[in-house]
């Protein structure tokens, strides 16, 4: 395989993005390719994921979201549903203090308080250990659903207008933004969904607005530091115009 060129990060408009959100799919088709059971493509995916964020380490991406759990996957088997679960516990546990001592930030985002107590102390515990780190920006949406989330803000503005704390007129794309799970958080540049899935399946829908699409074939579990290079390139080649227009054509 030809290895891209990464433009360095001294060279903007090719830089290299701040914020990449991922879309982690395929672990059970990677599964039954194999004639596995669709579980040990979760397993095989939590080891693609600790790539990637060796890789956004090294590449000097300063924020990495994923998608782990949606308010969707709550439609699957119980016995799928525990097993992502035990996954997220188990690897709170087992790889907490090595992302700590690597200066990586967790947060996560998503209605997450609504599970398991054990496991709501376990992430309330990530959070709160690695709140002061400086590293890589590490977010895990669990949980999650872009309406929901935007849901929740509209609510959350209403009460505020309601109370007298804020004029209708003063809900602006800033004041909603506030009020989201990523209000400190900038936009993602980079989504990457793998599996050739081209759907957006209620991720990050606000924040998504101007963000770069690249559709990866590889399924999540085989995801590696090439398909990292390769979707980051891909980025690059792209001219982000924010509804404006191309710098060839700009006045
Ligand atoms: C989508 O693949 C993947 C998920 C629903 C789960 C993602 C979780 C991981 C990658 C593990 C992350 C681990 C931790 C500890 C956060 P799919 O099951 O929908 O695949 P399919 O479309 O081929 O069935």
Redesign the pocket.
């Known amino acids: 395989m030809i290895k891209p060129a990464l433009a360095s990060y001294a060279s903007p408009p090719l830089s290299i993005p701040r914020h990449i959100a991922i879309?982690?799919?395929?672990?059970?088709?990677?599964a039954?390719k194999r004639g596995l059971d669709?579980f040990k493509?979760?397993y095989q995916?939590?080891e693609?994921?600790k790539r990637t964020i060796q890789g956004c380490q090294d590449l000097g991406i300063e924020y990495l979201t994923?998608?782990?759990?949606?308010t969707e996957?709550w439609k699957r088997s119980k016995e799928e549903i525990g097993i992502?679960m035990s996954?997220?516990r188990?690897?709170?546990r087992s790889d907490l203090a090595e992302i700590n001592q690597n200066n990586i930030r967790v947060r996560f985002i998503g209605h997450y308080h609504h599970l398991d107590t054990d496991l709501v102390a376990l992430i309330d515990h990530a959070i709160k250990l690695t709140q002061n780190n400086t590293g890589l920006h590490l977010t895990?949406a669990?949980n999650y659903g872009g309406r929901a989330e935007i849901i929740r803000a509209a609510q959350k503005l209403a009460h505020k207008v309601r109370e007298g704390k804020l004029a209708p007129d003063e809900i602006t794309e800033q004041t909603f933004s506030q009020e989201l799970f990523t209000h400190d958080l900038p936009d993602p540049d980079l989504f990457i969904r793998t599996?050739n899935?081209s759907r957006i399946s209620n991720y990050l829908l606000w924040q998504l607005a101007y963000t770069e699409l690249v559709i990866v074939e590889t399924?999540?579990p085989d995801f590696t530091k090439d398909d990292l290079v390769n979707a980051i390139v891909q980025y690059q080649s792209r001219e982000r115009r924010f509804g404006g227009y191309a710098t060839a054509q700009s006045r």
């Open positions: 879309i982690m799919d395929g672990n059970g088709r990677w039954q669709r493509g979760h995916g939590a693609a994921l994923v998608y782990a759990f949606s996957n992502l996954l997220l188990r690897h709170l895990i669990f599996s899935e399924y999540w």
